[in-house]
């Protein structure tokens, strides 16, 4: 049971921008803790799009964006890509849980 | 580069235990803490704990607790995940996942292992 929640799936044509949301609340996100992103191609591991809510991993894109408000985050992606199609997870720090991480419950990005 | 290198898939039947290692390389094994995450077939990703790879300290997710040990070795820079009392529903892709930046926490997890399966059944 994720404390994150996304949206299930989104889709775009490509060369679109799409937004991916994540709702947490005031023990989390609204906490001031750090967002995080993951891309999961199928069949293989997570890898980190996005870390502290906006910055980029060497090697990522700038079409991928991150931003944080409140007690919620997004990420976009612009001028989306074949490639792009995937699972997308945000993560964040949750004090409420003895001190737990907690995922987003993940959303598939399909290109149209 | 860094590596994060885990144990081949396991078959277990229910109630027994299983021990996943993840040996890393490529950066200061002690420097960074690693995490543990779990993703059952078709489901989303699930946090299970937190090892300093340093002193060994630990720091498990409420739902595991009592039945996860998290240890390390630094001789062979390998971090051990043990879950104990399996059942069908820890039928799952079990990962080792390093914390981005060193000596500290909540920064996400930068490298990742390539994945565990461990399927429970009789």
């Known amino acids: 049971q994720s404390v994150l929640t996304q949206p299930p799936s989104v889709s775009g044509a490509p060369g679109q921008r799409v937004t991916i949301s994540c709702t947490g609340s005031s023990s989390n996100i609204g906490a001031g803790y750090d967002v995080h992103w993951y891309q999961q191609l199928p069949g293989t591991a997570p890898k980190l799009l996005i870390y502290a809510n906006s910055n980029r991993p060497s090697g990522v894109p700038d079409r991928f964006s991150g931003s944080k408000s409140g007690t919620s985050a997004s990420l976009a992606i612009t001028g989306l890509q074949a490639e792009d199609e995937a699972d997308y997870y945000c993560?964040?720090?949750?004090?409420?849980?003895?001190?737990?991480?907690?995922f987003g419950t993940g959303t598939k990005v399909t290109v149209l | 580069q860094v590596q994060l290198v885990q144990s081949g898939a396991e078959v277990k039947k229910p109630g027994a235990s299983v021990k996943v290692s993840c040996k890393a390389s490529?950066?200061?094994?002690?420097?960074?803490?690693m995490h543990w995450v779990r993703q059952a077939p078709g489901q989303g990703l699930e946090w299970m704990g937190i090892?300093?790879?340093?002193?060994?300290?630990?720091n498990y997710a409420q739902k595991f607790q009592g039945r996860v040990t998290m240890t390390r070795d630094t001789s062979t820079t390998t971090v051990y995940m043990e879950l104990s009392s399996l059942r069908s529903e820890d039928t799952a892709v079990y990962y080792c996942?390093?914390?981005?930046?060193?000596?500290?926490?909540?920064?996400?997890?930068?490298?990742w292992g390539q994945g565990t399966l461990v399927t429970v059944s009789s």
């Open positions: 490529g950066y200061t094994f002690t420097s960074y803490y």
């Open positions: 993560q964040s720090y949750d004090s409420s849980l003895s001190g737990s991480y907690v």
């Open positions: 996942a390093r914390e981005h930046e060193s000596t500290t926490v909540t920064t996400g997890f930068d490298y």
């Open positions: 090892i300093n790879p340093s002193g060994g300290s630990t």
